[in-house]
């Protein structure tokens, strides 16, 4: 597109009280050649955003940057559809994190200079911009919504699609529906007051009665190809195959009992059978069987004990959640059948969080009696059997003889835990698999293989692997804190207990959010727009393939499966499973991969248009890349909060830190800047990386650096790598100043003015 660009410098929120706007204006019309350059008190306000509108109407005005706030604010305001805008952070970056230097003779001149700078930088990322065009695959689009899993998760998710106006076809693989719920009687959920009819018959009744609903049970998902809005699926059903275009994938397989046979013997199962776990209680308990399993008498005494193999390290190291309630409604059940019967519960901690607590309270109203012990033992010996238990609330030991039945409380196993570990699946892979989504075997790479358990719930064709990356434990991996529903396989999300232990109650809620992402992302998939966590936007990576070498480093970094390769392997995207992070941009040696909009030579070119002081003025420059997810609205926070640092400091925004090319660090490098302090998100088991691998990929190319900087005679301290989250603003201005300090106490960049 023939450009025209306009610049907007607002010189409100304090921006004209600290900075020359006349001469950021001179440097608008003159160095980045703006036909238009217009000032306003109040950019973000009708009026402001009207002046801009004007401009776009009646001067032609396509390519805009808005100095003024940060890009994280008013995005809305400063959102004019077929213009591309770049913004310059003039306010929470500049004139709130900076302070007068009363010891020169302008004490605004280091603020005003890195004022300057930042119009510089977006200048030089608005002259190399494209405008976005949303990617339209050959196929045709389908907004229908596969729910794999017949449980009450996957019976919700399939119901609220329906009523949300799309279709769903639900894939159940035993011959009926209903899944571990449909054994259980009653359930205890809100208000908590007493046990309520099992909800699953009636939502059975609504999702087999509803037409917008395809039903397979008895069946298996056997292939799953494409990605978001354009999977092909093929289900099995007995003999029959068939083959179904589906947008979005929501996976409720559901969950196992943890198997009571690994468990310490101490704990009695297989000892005698009267030991048995609570999902046997709920069997017996639905069939009207509820009684001495040995000889059918009648319960007097009762033990539950609770945490059975959870909380473990050499079982479930997790707390699998509903085992405690799931416990006090059995107990309770046992003491409405008979009052005087003697019932004790055995825990280590009871766990009923809000209103729940209120089932607790009507336990001990039953007379359930509790007893505080972290490894009570089974004694099953010449057909007797005891509880002995330390008390630790009396300090003495106790036992309880002459029980009828021992419960164990067995926690709760994700489905997608079954299955075989992928690193010996990838060496047992037939060597004639063909297809441009044929699994390939694994190169050496410095990147770790996603943890994958090899089962046979969705078997996607990807090269990475056909099941869901786990985040340990089995559980399919999800950023929990911002995207708790979201797997590394863009559109396939996660619900109920095999995403995390819930009760039933909560799965339910948890199928619905599931669903609604899934309508979510076909709609913004069919619209050419990424989902999370760069929801709506329209770039994707384009490749220029006459430059490939084949080193598969992009499809290896991809953190989300969206690259394949061909048998010559060659990379083949699949742009609907794309979010967008740049990832493999940063990994191309060749630098072959760009956005529209974010591109090695976009994010090369406004380093280079940085303004490097000679030796002699002592005014040494600093870049900050910084992550766009947590760094960079940390630097935000800061300046909100007026927590001054450096002048030194110029920050670009990357999109993930995962993005970063070498070529950067070698650009700033001979440009003359003396310092690079690279923020990105923090990584490990907890990690908050909005794009799973972006910190841990930047750090492992940030370990060549030392090669780069003994080739351009540099001290390697000049470049270093840092983790924040964003809740670190108030510590990150230190961090800034004492890397600031160092680069002070080195020589200056022997680059400078080359």
Not at 76 to 95: K, M, S, T
Not at 428 to 454: C, F, M, N, T
Not at 625 to 640: H, K, Q, R, V
Not at 716 to 728: A, F, L, N, P
Request: contains cysteine.
């Amino acid at each position: 597109m023939d450009k025209k660009l306009g610049v907007y410098i607002c010189s409100g929120c304090g921006i004209g009280d600290v900075l020359d706007i006349e001469a950021l204006t001179k440097l608008g019309k003159g160095e980045l050649k703006a036909p238009i350059c217009k000032t306003h008190p109040y950019l973000c306000g009708p009026e402001g955003a009207e002046l801009i509108r004007n401009d776009i109407a009646n001067e032609g005005v396509n390519t805009i940057i808005v100095a003024a706030c940060s890009p994280r604010a008013n995005y809305d305001v400063f959102d004019f559809p077929g213009c591309i805008v770049d913004r310059a952070n003039l306010r929470e970056q500049v004139v709130w994190s900076q302070k007068p230097n009363e010891e020169l003779d302008d004490p605004n001149e280091d603020i005003q200079m890195m004022a300057e700078d930042y119009m510089r930088m977006s200048g030089a990322k608005a002259a190399k911009m494209q405008l976005p065009e949303p990617f339209r695959p050959e196929q045709e689009m389908s907004k229908d919504i596969l729910v794999v899993g017949g449980g009450i998760s996957g019976l919700t998710a399939a119901n609220e699609v329906a009523k949300a106006g799309y279709n769903a076809v639900l894939v159940e693989k035993e011959k009926e529906l209903g899944g571990f719920q449909k054994g259980v009687a009653r359930r205890v959920s809100f208000p908590y007051k007493e046990a309520q009819d099992n909800p699953l018959p009636k939502l059975i009744e609504a999702v087999t009665a509803n037409d917008r609903i395809k039903v397979y049970t008895g069946a298996k998902v056997e292939k799953t190809v494409g990605g978001p809005c354009v999977f092909q699926v093929t289900i099995k059903q007995g003999e029959e195959v068939f083959e179904h275009n589906i947008g979005a994938v929501v996976m409720a397989a559901g969950w196992k009992p943890y198997d009571p046979k690994k468990l310490d013997p101490k704990l009695g199962f297989g000892q005698s059978p009267n030991v048995i776990t609570n999902t046997k209680f709920e069997e017996l308990n639905k069939a009207g069987k509820l009684a001495r399993p040995s000889d059918g008498k009648a319960l007097k005494n009762v033990a539950f004990l609770q945490c059975a193999g959870s909380r473990d390290k050499k079982h479930l190291p997790y707390c699998s959640t509903i085992c405690c309630l799931a416990s006090l409604k059995q107990a309770v059940q046992i003491k409405e059948k008979d009052p005087d019967a003697n019932v004790f519960v055995v825990y280590k901690e009871l766990r009923t969080p809000g209103q729940a607590e209120d089932y607790y309270r009507k336990a001990q109203e039953a007379g359930v009696l509790f007893i505080r012990c972290q490894d009570p033992q089974v004694l099953a010996q010449s057909g007797t059997l005891a509880v002995e238990a330390l008390d630790e609330l009396l300090g003495d030991t106790v036992v309880l003889d002459n029980l009828d039945m021992v419960v164990l409380a067995t926690g709760m196993v994700p489905a997608t835990a079954f299955g075989q570990d992928y690193k010996e699946w990838l060496k047992h892979q037939a060597a004639g698999d063909e297809g441009e989504d044929a699994p390939k075997k694994e190169e050496e790479s410095e990147v770790p293989l996603d943890p994958i358990r090899v089962s046979d719930i969705i078997n996607l064709q990807y090269r990475q692997g056909p099941e869901l990356p786990e985040l340990r434990n089995g559980f399919p991996d999800s950023h929990f804190i911002c995207f708790p529903y979201e797997s590394r396989r863009t559109g396939i999300y996660a619900a109920g207990c095999v995403r995390r232990p819930m009760g039933s109650a909560a799965t339910m809620e948890d199928a619905a959010g599931a669903a609604m992402k899934a309508v979510q992302c076909v709609e913004l998939t069919s619209l050419g727009k990424a989902v999370h966590p760069r929801a709506g936007d329209m770039t994707y990576p384009e490749f220029f393939m006459q430059r490939c070498t084949q080193c598969k480093r992009c499809t290896e970094e991809c953190p989300f499966g969206a690259i394949n390769e061909d048998e010559k392997g060659n990379p083949l995207p699949q742009p609907t499973r794309c979010r967008r992070c740049g990832v493999c941009m940063g990994a191309c040696p060749e630098r072959i991969i760009s956005f529209k909009n974010y591109s090695v030579d976009i994010i090369g070119s406004a380093i280079k248009s940085l303004d490097v002081p000679e030796e002699d003025e002592e005014k040494p420059r600093i870049l900050v890349l910084a992550c766009e997810n947590d760094a960079y609205p940390a630097l935000d926070m800061a300046g909100l909060n007026r927590i001054t640092y450096s002048p030194w400091i110029r920050i670009l925004p990357l999109r993930c830190l995962g993005s970063l090319n070498l070529i950067w660090i070698a650009d700033a490098l001979s440009k003359g800047i003396d310092g690079i302090l690279l923020l990105g998100c923090k990584s490990g088991d907890d990690y908050q990386c909005h794009f799973i691998k972006g910190s841990e990929l930047a750090d492992i190319r940030l370990s060549k650096i030392k090669e780069t900087l003994d080739r351009l005679v540099l001290e390697s301290e000049r470049v270093r790598y840092e983790q924040v989250s964003i809740m670190d603003y108030h510590s990150l201005p230190a961090l800034l100043n004492e890397f600031a300090e160092s680069i002070e106490a080195l020589d200056p960049n022997p680059y400078k003015g080359f």
